[in-house]
Each structure stands twice: as C-alpha cells, then as structure tokens.
Nanobody
Framework: QVQLIESGGGLVQAGGSLRLSCTAS????????MGWFRQAPGKERKFVAG????????GYADSVKGRFTIFRDNVKNTLYLQMNMLKPEDTAVYYC??????????????????WGQGTQLTVSS
C-alpha cells in the first residue's frame, strides 16, 4: 500500500507562487493515477488537477486552469502542483490522492483509494 505525504504549503501573498509536493512511499508511484484536491473551511473537497500514470494526460478544474500545473517525477516517486498567480480563494487544505486501478482518474474522487494527510495553503490579499 502506498503512503502519501504532502509538503510545501504555507502562507503566500496574492499573486505569488508556490509548489506543493506529494512524496510516495511503499509502492512505485508510476502504478497510480494521481490527483490534487482541496478543501476550504466549511466547504466540500473539490478536484484541482489530475494526471495519468505516465504523466501524458492532465486535467484541471476551471478555477485553476492556466494558473496551476500538475506534473510528476516517477523516478523520484513525487507528484507536484505548481501554483502561480495565487488568489485568496485558493486558500484550502490540499490533498494528493492515488488511484491504482486506472490510467487516469481525473475529478472522480471516489476512484482514488489513497490520500495524504493534507497541507495548508493560505493566500493573503
């Protein structure tokens, strides 16, 4: 079973950039479709971005398209989320998730079997 650990969250000003990382242990990351989700206080968890097992297919929520980039390094067993032009509404706990069953899972959170503990991003205005 894979264990996922997110890192890289913090406090950043609006308009700034930050990169989140999700490091996997226990299993090879290349065996999993991956995704980033986020949950703001008092709100439901929402899809942010997804990536296929080999990194060739990606997808984004409309709210982050053009600002966020998901990518992975299967050699380093790490998933990334590069976030640019951050907005206060991006403030949330960010979770990475892994799905061992399909090539690409996108926004279907029920397909992701493994989740990290989350990392907090706060964007100040």
């Amino acid at each position: 079973q894979v264990q996922l650990i997110e890192s890289g969250g913090g406090l950043v000003q609006a308009g700034g950039s930050l990169r989140l990382s999700c490091t996997a242990s226990g299993r090879t990351l290349s065996s999993y479709a991956m995704g980033w989700f986020r949950q703001a206080p008092g709100k439901e968890r929402k899809f942010v971005a997804g990536i296929s097992m080999d990194g060739r297919t990606t997808g984004y929520a409309d709210s982050v398209k053009g600002r966020f980039t998901i990518f992975r390094d299967n050699v380093k067993n790490t998933l990334y989320l590069q976030m640019n032009m951050l907005k206060p509404e991006d403030t949330a706990v960010y979770y990475c998730a892994a799905d061992p069953t399909t090539y690409y899972s996108g926004s279907f959170d029920a397909k992701y079997e493994h989740w990290g503990q989350g990392t907090q991003l706060t964007v100040s205005s």
